[in-house]
């Protein structure tokens, strides 16, 4: 067996950088297509602001075997698509019993989650709050302030993600939208179609 | 499949408690038997606050399947035995492969490690710290400041814990002890034994 350093780190704020992370990848406004409910002003975002980073994953990823754990940093930009808010694309483990943890460190946000059968629950982010996500729900972060948002993940090291599962359902039962109040609230997906073996839109709590 | 629904909680300071842990347990004080070098100065303790509570761990286990994780935090009271600061008990999990994660959320101390072999890693925990202890990696957390020192921990859910491997060996190679300057050094712990297949006690780095 191979013994694998101990390893100390931390979170630089506002950036939301983890320092010394051993993998980053980013995301660009331009490459969420799909995931707004407006598409006109999706593309009318693209023009303008195209190239921007939406988000930024920072992580440790020691090894990806069984039993050990990856951590890291989410941190995503504020903004919206026609009241939608910037979200990150979202997945559901490929592993799908594997759970998450997902704690806030800055920012306002809400952890957007959703059963295969398509039971809905958002749970609110702010800093200090730990948002647990057990095994077989699709997730995703969702900013609804006005600064960054930044999450600090905690996963098993094998549970791998399922990026289309969200696509090919239309997206999710859920859009969170700004409630014109410096406020979010749920609204229904119209393009939402459910999932593989059902054949009416699942409901939303 | 049993679908678990998703939680929320924070973290409640300074008393590290976290809000709506589905369990909770606690070390007095007498309970650390055996844990410091110095006998005489422990009971001496015991005598005058052995009823004292040592530390505390409160924590979300939704279940113990492999996939899932467990989280929560400790909280361990300051002081010292001799010199020696106050620590948990310690343990490595019995499916030894298996990573955790802490991070400081307040006070001041230290994540003492070990290899089976005896190869020591002692890293700071202050606030904001996140440290990754490896698969195979004993581990204890160590007060070194005058406040609680509050971590929060996740790992995997049927990592398990063995805690006898640290008594079964004398401790651990190194204690943790006031430098005499408000601050904290590693000496060597004259009553280790080093662990089964080795004949002699192992190197401390």
């Known amino acids: 067996m191979k013994i694998v350093e101990p390893t100390s780190t931390q979170i630089v704020l506002p950036s939301g950088e983890l320092m ?16 707004y409910a407006d598409h006109g002003a999706f593309q009318a975002l693209v023009a303008l602001r195209g190239d ?57 946000g809400v952890m957007l989650m959703e059963t295969l059968e398509g039971r809905v629950a958002a749970i609110e982010l702010v800093p200090g709050h730990i948002v647990y996500v057990p095994p077989y729900w699709i997730h995703r972060s969702v900013n609804v302030g006005p600064e960054k948002l930044v999450t600090l993940f905690c996963y098993p090291a094998d549970a791998g993600q399922d990026y289309e599962i969200i696509a090919a359902a239309g997206g999710m039962a859920s859009l969170i939208v700004s409630d014109g109040r410096g406020g979010w609230r749920q609204a229904p997906n119209l393009r939402y179609v459910g999932r593989a073996d059902r054949t009416k839109p699942g409901s939303v709590e």
Do not use: N, W
């Open 20 to 35: 010394g992370a051993s993998g980053r990848y980013s995301k660009r406004v331009s490459e969420l297509a799909g995931c």
């Open 52 to 108: 921007e980073i939406a988000y930024v994953v920072d992580q440790f990823a020691p090894k990806t075997t069984e039993g050990d754990l990856i951590f890291g940093t989410s941190t995503l930009e504020p903004g919206d698509v026609a009241g939608e808010f910037f979200m990150t694309r979202g997945h559901l483990h490929k592993k799908a019993d594997r759970s998450e943890i997902y704690q806030c460190i800055a920012g306002r």
